[in-house]
């Protein structure tokens, strides 16, 4: 098991900044992929950013490449997620997720942090 909690959220104006961080802990040894997704109200969840555990190796979707940008610091076992110029439709409740090793999907999510970004 693997317990993930989410900081960072707020209200920030359109064109900031904020960062987001995700704390792991339990069987961090076991996590193979941390990955940022967000929700926003009525829509489905998008999937944002994917970092290797190991590796930091980095993916994004065509929608936030330039924009955002995932880190991990292993020796905090932390995620971050930076956001830069934010617009209004960034508003969301944003979630990490751990995948282990083995595992074919993201198996271990925190609360969410609410992000509102106001024009």
């Known amino acids: 098991q693997v317990q993930l909690v989410e900081s960072g959220g707020g209200l920030v104006q359109a064109g900031g900044s904020q960062r987001l961080s995700c704390a792991a802990s339990g069987r961090t040894f076991s996590i193979y992929l941390m990955g940022w997704f967000r929700q926003a109200v009525g829509k489905e969840r998008e999937w944002l950013a994917t970092?290797?555990?190991?590796?930091?190796?980095?993916y994004y979707p065509d929608s936030v490449k330039g924009r955002f940008t995932i880190s991990r610091d292993n020796a905090k076992n932390t995620v971050y997620l930076q956001m830069n110029s934010l617009k209004p439709e960034d508003t969301a409740v944003y979630y990490c997720?751990?995948?282990?090793?083995?595992?074919?999907?993201?198996?271990?999510w925190g609360q969410g942090t609410q992000v509102t970004v106001s024009s």
């Open positions: 997720a751990a995948r282990f090793r083995g595992a074919s999907e993201f198996d271990y």
């Open positions: 970092i290797g555990w190991s590796d930091g190796i980095t």
